[in-house]
């Protein structure tokens, strides 16, 4: 699991865990599990965004200028009125016309019905970038630094769950039609066994 996905899955644990589960209306240890996986998805694709420089530095202002990892010093706050932090639009901007697609796939992978996993995505994309915006902050990073930050982030991710974010990356690049996607749950599942025996 890679850093970022280890420091919101440990924020998200507990009370916290059962406030987001309380929220969509889904068991706390499906709550847990959907954000393990729903947090390397989104810096995924956040890494692939920022891999060009125009889009890196696009994201480096919009994480300066909104996403300070403050969303932190008040979680139980914020997940009590996820609202005020606009998941959906940081989804539309980081997944574009593959964000139905994902959610899906999350949906797949979780058991989870659509809705409920587009719930969990809205609430933990803000979060993803708190937790980014916190990390180019304390290492004082350019848009360079930040691009190099995901990037490693998404290895990290790929070594835990090769398969899972190969077929990220391939329907983010084709804008499939969703036919890869019980290919894609079927790997997620995988991962979820890993993680729950390990």
């Excluded at 694709?45 to 909104?66: G, V, Y």
């Excluded at 803000?126 to 304390?138: D, F, H, N, S, T």
């Amino acid at each position: 699991m890679n850093a970022i996905t280890q420091a919101i899955a440990q924020q998200i644990s507990g009370s916290a865990a059962r406030a987001m589960a309380q929220k969509i209306g889904i068991s706390e240890n499906t709550a847990n599990t959907a954000v393990q996986l729903a947090v390397p998805l989104i810096l995924a694709a956040l890494a692939r965004n920022a891999s060009q420089p125009a889009e890196a530095q696009d994201l480096h202002q919009a994480i300066q200028k909104d996403h300070d990892g403050s969303i932190f010093d008040n979680l139980m706050g914020y997940l009590g009125n996820p609202q005020t932090a606009n998941g959906p639009g940081i989804l539309s901007h980081v997944f574009g016309g593959q964000q139905p697609a994902v959610a899906s796939n999350l949906s797949q992978a979780t058991g989870l019905d659509q809705s409920s996993a587009s719930s969990v995505l809205e609430m933990v994309a803000p979060l993803v970038m708190g937790a980014v915006g916190r990390q180019q902050q304390q290492e004082g990073l350019d848009a360079s630094g930040l691009s190099n930050l995901l990037n490693e982030q998404q290895q990290q991710a790929e070594a835990t769950a090769p398969d899972l974010m190969s077929s990220l990356n391939s329907m983010l690049d084709q804008n499939q039609d969703g036919s890869s996607m019980d290919d894609i749950a079927a790997m997620a599942g995988k991962l979820f066994k890993q993680q729950s025996s390990g």
